[in-house]
């Protein structure tokens, strides 16, 4: 399947959850004790963030959209402009949250200590879709990426998905559950869940094993043709090292995982999403846009940064 050149030549990512991302580094951790690490950094993140770092790393062109406040958002900002992210914001009246990565290099481990976000503003909505008005003429791709602060209406991500969709951008997903069901008659390009949280958005029948491949697989073959019949949508899962499903136009075609020694994983996902947006705004065919993610999502976990794939 391939997609129609966009006229615009940014791609806009968007995410409504932003991160100021500690990463550590142990030789070991033990639990209940101090553990002291002598490798670690912080970066801005969240998953439009780096869906947009690694597109402008990638040689693309590239605007995130987000909303950020508190104390620290003027260092969250910095750091955005710092990698060359051409940021653009609106005031939350709430904190950015603080999430940290520790890798544990004793036996490999890597564990995501996550801070829910507080809620946003009750203006924030409409600052947001205003900014958006401002930005999507210069974009003909649009990434959504990830969850939603609290204090947002369930309406705000099928209205951005609308509003793009609108503007004859191509619509990539990366959301799941209801707000991903709500987007669907926006007509996305692509939709890209893991496998977990195509489970959750379309759960497996009563009484299927989760653990028996194929069975899963079919289920997922039914729901990307109903996908495709219905939206018009490609459907992408993504299952970490194991290899990927996707829509081919005809079927569900699998490709297989790039070979790596990964350092962290964070960010892939997104580092993925970004080359298949890149490929698909050029219009390439889905097949070179999933070796493409498949490409950058390698480079992303070869890394120490998260969404970053030098």
Not at 25 to 42: A, L, T
Not at 115 to 134: F, K, Q, S, Y
Not at 192 to 216: I, S
Request: charged fraction near 20%.
């Amino acid at each position: 399947m391939t997609f129609g050149s966009a006229p615009r030549d940014s791609i806009l990512a968007i995410c409504l959850n932003p991160v100021i991302q500690r990463t550590m580094v142990f030789d070991s951790v033990v639990k209940g004790e101090v553990n002291r690490s002598s490798r670690h950094r912080v970066d801005a993140s969240g998953k439009g963030v780096n869906v947009a770092r690694v597109l402008v790393q990638s040689g693309r062109r590239a605007i995130h959209l987000t909303q950020a406040g508190g104390p620290t958002r003027d260092w969250f900002l910095s750091m955005c402009a710092q990698d060359g992210i051409d940021a653009r914001w609106v005031e939350s009246g709430s904190e950015i949250r603080s999430c940290s990565t520790v890798i544990d290099l004793a036996d490999g481990s890597v564990t995501e200590l996550v801070e829910e976000a507080l809620p946003v503003a009750p203006d924030t909505a409409d600052l947001l879709l205003a900014e958006l008005g401002r930005v999507l003429p210069a974009c003909g791709t649009v990434v959504v990426s990830g969850t939603k602060a609290s204090g947002y209406p369930d309406s705000i991500v099928p209205e951005i998905a609308s509003r793009a969709a609108a503007s004859g951008a191509i619509l990539v997903l990366d959301i799941r559950g209801k707000d991903l069901l709500a987007c669907l008659g926006s007509r996305p390009a692509v939709v890209k869940p893991n496998l977990a949280e195509l489970l959750a958005t379309w759960p497996l029948p009563a009484g299927a094993n989760p653990r028996d491949e194929a069975a899963v697989k079919s289920h997922v073959a039914l729901v990307a043709a109903a996908l495709a019949n219905d939206a018009g949508t490609s459907l992408v899962v993504t299952r970490g090292s194991s290899p990927l499903w996707y829509w081919d136009g005809k079927a569900l075609a699998e490709a297989p995982s790039a070979r790596i020694a990964a350092i962290n994983p964070i960010g892939s996902g997104d580092a993925f999403a970004a080359g298949l947006a890149s490929i698909l705004a050029a219009g390439g065919a889905m097949c070179d846009a999933v070796a493409e993610g498949i490409r950058l999502g390698a480079l992303n976990a070869s890394t120490l940064k998260p969404g970053s794939i030098f």
